[in-house]
């Protein structure tokens, strides 16, 4: 199992649409990529543990069975999905795929 990770770094003056991206985009992006989709989630960065604010203003992730899993179901529609970022930030993502190692 893989989890893709997809973070949105807080940065001064930066916009985000949390509605819309929880609302919409997330859950459009999910439906888009399909079957490769076990599970999916999205997170607001509220604190670095309490000292400060969240490195990360927002993020969402998506569990797939694997790369090429993932790779089939985003492949074609990721010009899309790319496109539909301007719609809620002016932030540049950042992705990351990790293999699940462990779970509960």
């Known amino acids: 199992m893989i989890k893709v990770s997809v973070l949105y770094p807080r940065a001064e003056g930066a916009r985000f649409d949390h ?9 459009w992006v999910a439906e888009q990529v399909g079957e490769a989709v076990r ?3 999205v997170e607001r960065g ?7 604010e ?5 993020s969402c992730w998506f569990v797939a069975d ?4 993932w790779n089939s179901g985003f492949g074609p529609v990721a010009k899309e999905v790319l ?15 990790s ?5 509960s």
């Open 19 to 27: 509605d819309y991206y929880r609302n919409r985009h997330v859950p």
């Open 39 to 41: 599970s999916w989630g």
């Open 46 to 52: 509220l604190s670095d543990g309490g000292r400060g």
């Open 54 to 58: 969240a490195p990360f203003v927002a």
């Open 66 to 69: 694997s790369v090429e899993a």
């Open 83 to 97: 496109a539909d970022i301007a719609n809620y930030t002016d932030v540049q993502p950042v992705m990351q795929v």
């Open 99 to 103: 293999e699940i190692t462990s779970e």
